[in-house]
């Protein structure tokens, strides 16, 4: 069951019923849409919008940059950092639009450097990125969440995209580790975990730990401070 509470989505099933005298802050499910897009297709809206923004404002490459630098969608991105694999953002979010929190995402994009790096005989281009990116997050370990420290299964939340082609600014091209970024349009299938969050006004706070395909421990906070 779902209520309309203003501009936020209230979901009965968690965080409370909608009754509550105040609303709360909730996870949208993973098969709801916003503004007649799935959860899904705003993944790819945000890794369009990460490779826009010039390396000197990017957040993922300026832990104190604007969140929301470029950002015009109806549903706020909330940036990873590149930079570290601990680290706090705080993020100023605008009222009434639903934040997009990557907890771990991945892209795996066309063409590379390594002339091995092509589908099998026979394989779609679309399966062979996929299936890379697949296996890459199967080493993702311990992955937790918590939002205002409510735990959250990110199992729920898991979304794999189609091909879609993405162009990211010339100044990113080295300075982002994936080292197949071109400066032109280019496909890519992107494997990740991501919560699509209903915020009421205030502060909020978004903590995810595990462990990565590296074996090293992750631990990021968002600290999401939502105007009134």
Excluded at 66 to 93: I, M, N, W
Excluded at 115 to 128: I, K, R, T, V, Y
Aim: hydrophobic fraction near 40%.
């Amino acid at each position: 069951m779902k209520c309309i509470l203003g501009s936020l989505v209230c979901a009965a099933a968690v965080f409370g019923g909608c009754g509550a005298e105040e609303p709360r802050a909730q996870v949208l499910s993973a098969q709801d849409s916003i503004e007649g897009r799935g959860i899904t297709e705003w993944t790819e809206s945000w890794f369009h919008w990460n490779f826009a923004v010039p390396a000197s404002q990017n957040p993922a490459l300026v832990l104190e940059a604007d969140c929301g630098v470029g950002q015009s969608e109806p549903v706020f991105f909330v940036p990873l950092y590149d930079g570290a694999k601990r680290y706090q953002r705080t993020c100023h979010v605008p009222a009434g639009r639903p934040v997009l929190v990557p907890l771990w995402a991945v892209i795996n994009d066309y063409p590379c450097p390594d002339s091995s790096f092509e589908p099998a005989p026979g394989q779609s281009l679309e399966d062979f990125l996929a299936q890379g990116a697949i296996a890459y997050n199967a080493l993702v370990r311990e992955l937790a969440v918590t939002l205002d420290g409510e735990a959250i299964d990110p199992t729920a939340h898991r979304h794999t995209t189609g091909l879609f082609n993405f162009t990211a600014d010339p100044s990113l091209v080295g300075k982002l580790p994936d080292a197949c970024l071109q400066g032109t349009s280019q496909p890519g299938v992107s494997d990740g975990w991501w919560l699509m969050l209903s915020l009421p006004p205030g502060d909020h706070v978004v903590h995810v730990t595990g462990v990565d395909p590296s074996n090293d421990a992750i631990e990021y906070t968002y600290r999401l401070a939502v105007s009134p």
